[in-house]
């Protein structure tokens, strides 16, 4: 290859490695360079054949070679989950394992900003869902995503812990006053509170 293409070639995968530093605030590119290298290899190892060689093609040229680099077709995929991913990635990166989902996920939307678009999301789909939850969304193994109905029920619960406030504060008010002028302890409100004392406990169990 020749000079001026090496350059641009070292250029390109430089761009990339800088924008990981930067989305990752890391002001150490050896690591960013170190976490991307992770992110490429587990999600290569995960990856049919074709879906490999596909997304391959966009990567710049140097980058290229490093995703290449160890990859065996004949094991592909290797059939791992959310966790085994997280275990791997720690393991390549040198970081704990708490920390691999956010890591990913940063990753992920640097690479979608430099590919054609929906090269990423088509490369997301070969995942299984829970993994696709830590790489994409940073999503922690064994962490339920926040689905429509889940977003729901925490509001639910949120309304009534500040019912229960509400009515807590007002028996503290009514049995500050009961002997003084004013409205007297309304028994239907701390029944109601009681209520719902029971239903944020029974809540916080399941």
Known sequence: M???NYSHALHRANVWIAD???????????????????????????LTIEAVVKFGQQLPEILRGEYYDGWEPSRAPVKFDAAGYV????????????DVPAIAAAITDVIA??????????????????????VRD???????????SGTAAAASLDDRVAALGEAVRTLARGLKDEHSIGDPVDQARVARAARLAEEIVVAAQR
Not at 138 to 148: E, F, L, N, V
């Open 2 to 4: 020749p000079p001026t």
């Open 20 to 46: 990981v530093d930067h989305s990752l605030d890391l002001d150490d590119r050896r690591i960013a360079h170190r976490y991307l290298r992770a992110w490429l290899h587990t999600l290569r190892d995960r």
């Open 87 to 98: 275990r791997r990635f720690a393991a390549e990166a040198f970081v704990p394992d708490d």
């Open 113 to 134: 900003g430099h590919m054609s678009a929906g090269q990423v999301d088509t490369v997301m789909a070969e995942l299984p869902a829970d993994l696709r939850g830590t």
């Open 138 to 148: 940073g999503i922690s193994p064994g962490r339920p995503a926040r689905t429509a």
